[in-house]
């Protein structure tokens, strides 16, 4: 149905019912006021309180517009080109993975068991993607060093630009994690953190389209014969290039993550903390250098 004129009362209702066919009733809903909210400025109950307000033709044309997006499944921070993530605003775009409230708790728990620490730590995100996970814990230890990774020059730009927007000085690199080549050249950390790619296609049959249609590939896939290598050329990097004491944490798969902590005992990390997240699944993953 296309959007041509109206109300905003009339728009909300509009698209909530056009979107019901493709997203849960709530989820359809809570799409459409943050489309509202980008656009107009107005919170969900602004919009109900001025339901009667005209829409403007460059509002008309961004919803018509949207909806489309949307119907084809596209998610809705790459539609405003924003994501929120451990209170910070983020740029995104399709080179980049949405952040997630499961990363949230990851980064969480690096923040609680570091807060004592000193402020001359040294701490490397691999994978870095839109920079999240390296600039809220920048945010959080100003004094330390950050740096971050990742195989997409896209993502290396988007992150950086994020970075420098948010006043958090970071040293980006473009790098392949699974070339050994490239491991040498880099210091000692106290922490490495990553989320790496981990989903294998028998996965992929089970996910929403809003992820396997739109978000980058080379973020999310790994082949089913091999579902750890990230891990295990992450952990073989750790092992040379974390201090002795120094925390490797990961996010991973709930079907493996078990075999990532095997991984870890393998590799001779001690203090393993396998943790569940807010939905109760088994997906993050501690392991301390000795």
Same mark, same amino acid.
Request: glycine share 12%; with cysteine.
């Given at each position: 149905? =296309?959007? !041509? #004129?109206?109300?905003?009362?009339?728009l909300q209702a509009l698209m909530e019912n056009e979107l019901e066919d493709i997203y849960p009733e709530e989820e359809a809903k809570a799409i459409v006021r943050g489309l509202i909210l980008h656009k107009t400025g107005? #919170?969900?109950? $602004?919009? %109900? &309180?001025?339901? +009667?307000r005209e829409l403007?033709?460059? $509002?008309i044309l961004f919803f018509q517009q949207s909806l489309k997006r949307l119907k084809n499944h596209e998610p809705l921070q790459y539609i405003t080109g924003l994501a929120h993530f451990y209170g910070l605003e983020f740029d995104v775009d399709p080179s980049v993975l %949405?952040?997630?409230?499961?990363?949230? $708790? &990851? &980064?969480d728990w690096i923040i609680k068991d570091h807060v004592k620490a000193g402020s001359h730590m040294?701490?490397? +995100?691999?994978?870095?993607?839109?920079?999240? %996970?390296a600039i809220a814990l920048k945010k959080n230890f100003p004094e330390a060093e950050v740096r971050a990774i990742d195989i997409s020059g896209e993502a290396i730009m988007l992150a950086s630009e994020n970075a420098e927007r948010l006043k958090t000085p970071i040293i980006f690199e473009e790098m392949d994690i699974l070339d050994p080549n490239s491991h040498a050249r880099f210091p000692e950390f106290n922490i490495i953190v990553s989320n790496p790619p981990y989903v294998t296609p028998s996965d992929r049959k089970k996910m929403q389209k809003n992820v396997t249609k739109h978000e980058p590939p080379l973020a999310l896939f790994v082949e089913e014969k091999d579902p750890l290598i990230f891990y295990r050329e992450i952990i073989v990097f750790s092992m040379e290039h974390l201090v002795n004491g120094g925390h490797l944490y990961f996010e991973c798969n709930e079907s493996n993550a078990f075999e990532v902590v095997e991984l870890l005992k393998k590799c001779?990390?001690?203090d393993i903390?396998?943790?569940? =997240?807010? !939905?109760?699944? $088994?997906r993050m993953v501690l392991g301390v250098r000795c």
């Open positions: 149905m =296309d959007i !041509r #004129t109206g109300k905003l009362g009339e107005k #919170t969900a109950v $602004e919009s %109900i &309180l001025e339901k +009667d403007t033709e460059s $509002e %949405i952040p997630r409230p499961e990363t949230e $708790e &990851l &980064l040294k701490i490397l +995100d691999i994978g870095t993607g839109s920079g999240c %996970i001779g990390f001690k903390e396998l943790r569940q =997240d807010m !939905r109760g699944k $088994e």
